[in-house]
């Protein structure tokens, strides 16, 4: 899992509340267990038309959020079915981080899983956010993990809080099994002493 440490891109405005799992990647796009060529999907029932052209209304089609690395979104982002295909969708596409002032917790946990920062914020600041990514191509946010702050392009600045726990999980890159061997030491001394105290185990 790649690290991350600091962010800088262009951000994206959804505004748009309980977006769910669904409207993240929908159900046809589930029969696969990769995590690449997800990102062609990502939002499809809004990005493209019923005959498979994009959509020119909706945000990431518009040609200055092309390329954006981050989401500032609607109450309730990610809410809906479990499926892990979301946040694998979200980072195939390029997407790093999603800021909203809540998320649904099984999107926000698989999040941290994959690579992906979500940021709660409160509603003012979410609409500072917001209004900032409706700048588009001007629309540039610079999240910076370890400081806990996102910048905006005039320079003002914000602070969210974040787990510890979660944060180093990030700043490190690792995924659950990566967090794992980081114990192996720990774990092959106790069970050593296991062997040598309960043999018969």
């Known amino acids: 899992m790649d690290k991350f440490t ?3 891109g ?37 990005r493209y038309n019923e005959d498979g052209s994009e959509n020119p209304e909706f945000v990431l089609n518009k040609p200055a959020y092309r390329g954006a690395k981050i989401i500032v979104a609607g109450d309730n982002f990610g809410c809906g079915s479990s499926r892990e ?7 195939d596409y390029g997407v790093r981080c999603v800021i909203s002032t809540s998320f649904a917790d099984i999107f926000y946990n698989n999040c941290f899983k994959n690579g992906i920062l979500p940021i709660v914020v409160s ?3 979410l609409k500072l956010l917001m209004d900032d ?19 905006g392009p005039d320079g003002g600045t914000l602070h969210f809080d974040i787990d510890s726990s979660r944060k180093n999980v990030l700043l490190e890159g690792l995924d ?12 092959s001394t106790f069970e ?3 062997a040598q105290s309960r043999p018969w185990l």
Do not use: C
């Open 6 to 8: 600091t962010l800088n």
């Open 10 to 46: 262009v951000a994206a405005p959804l505004p748009i509340i309980n977006v769910d799992t669904d409207m993240i990647i929908p159900k046809q796009y589930l029969k696969t267990i990769k995590r690449t060529g997800l990102g062609k999907a990502l939002f499809s029932e809004m």
């Open 85 to 91: 295909h979301a946040p694998w969708a979200l980072l």
């Open 123 to 125: 509603p003012e600041q």
């Open 133 to 151: 990514a409706e700048r588009g191509a001007n629309a540039t946010l610079t999240v910076d993990l370890e400081a806990q702050t996102i910048k």
């Open 176 to 187: 659950d099994i990566a967090a794992t061997l980081k114990a192996d030491p720990a774990i």
């Open 192 to 194: 050593g002493k296991i």
